[in-house]
């Protein structure tokens, strides 16, 4: 990456980490410290945009959609690079979904993204349109779905362990799994 991304990279983290209150002594190592940062970032965006947004955990979902595939309307809220990269699988774009204006299964509509803020807010936006709608926001977003053991695609719908993290501050993937950042054809692997 360019030292101009690095750079707005690292003010997107730093900015992040103020307004959120996630300030860490260190970086999270451990999968369960990771996984705590996940909480404390997904808490506070939560009570401060989207409160009214049901959750779902990561392992609720992935054993929901074990056990009844389609029953859920999947949205991935992210932008199309990070879509490239990995989504849960069978997900619909969020583009797609309002496009199509899907019809929500028995389990209603999931909405993710990267933590879950983005896909909150759109669940929020989702309500404030049609009270009546099931909509959940995953909790943790695509982060939590890799800690629960959820599978991830590429665009080519083949299994991948590399996720766009959207920057590094949220960088909180489970070991095993490689985070990365950046625009289609220019991505760039975190460590």
Partial sequence: ASLAAKAKDAMVGVANAVATGTVFDRRPQTDAEKRAAIDKMFAKYKSRSFAEVADVTGEDLVAELATAPGSAVVVDCRI????????????????????????????????????????????????????????????????????????????????????????????????????????????????
């Fill in 80 to 191: 199309p690079a990070e879509r490239e990269v990995a989504t849960i699988p069978n997900s619909v774009s969020r583009e797609e979904f309002e496009r199509t204006l899907a019809a929500q299964g028995p389990g209603g509509i999931v909405c993710y993204c990267t933590i879950g803020y983005r896909s909150g807010v759109f669940g929020k936006k989702l309500l404030e349109g049609d009270s009546e709608l099931r909509v959940r926001n995953l909790h943790g977003g695509i982060l939590e779905w890799c800690h629960a053991g959820g599978a991830v695609v590429d665009s080519a719908n083949a299994p991948t362990k590399k996720v766009h993290v959207y920057g590094s501050t949220w960088n909180l993937l489970p070991e095993g799994f490689t985070g990365v950042i950046g625009e289609a054809g220019k991505f760039h692997e975190l460590d």
